[in-house]
């Protein structure tokens, strides 16, 4: 039963990747035309598994680090990729990257 949960909580992973990703062409915060295709490729592919050795490079490069992103909050921790998408939303109103702990401190401050 677990490998079913798993894999569920793997595809949901990479459904919020796929949105994160898309969400970053849209906004044209990637400039690198490979980079772009890269992430147009794992999009229309939803997995990042068949990327060669230098698209995964550019990846790393130009785009891990608009994924794996720390929250500028209180926690220190990263923001979970199901809640990136949300945090760009809203960066510009908090002023800054938060996971949803600390959007939720920031929210009840006021």
């Known amino acids: 039963m677990s490998g079913i949960v798993e894999y569920m909580e793997e595809q949901e992973t990479r459904k919020a ?3 994160v990703l898309q969400y970053l062409l849209d906004s044209d915060m990637i400039e690198d035309d490979r980079a772009q295709g890269i992430i147009r490729q794992i ?3 939803g997995t990042l598994d068949n990327l060669s050795d230098k698209q995964i490079y550019r ?6 680090h608009l994924v794996e992103v720390g929250c ?6 990263m923001i979970d990729i199901h809640d990136l998408e949300n945090a ?15 959007m ?5 401050q006021h």
Do not use: A, P, T
């Open 17 to 19: 990747l796929v949105s």
């Open 43 to 45: 999009i229309g592919e």
């Open 72 to 77: 500028d909050g209180h926690c220190d921790g």
């Open 59 to 64: 990846y790393e490069q130009d785009v891990l």
């Open 88 to 102: 760009y939303l809203r960066e510009m109103e908090l002023g800054g990257l938060y996971c949803q702990h600390c």
């Open 104 to 108: 939720y401190d920031i929210e009840n």
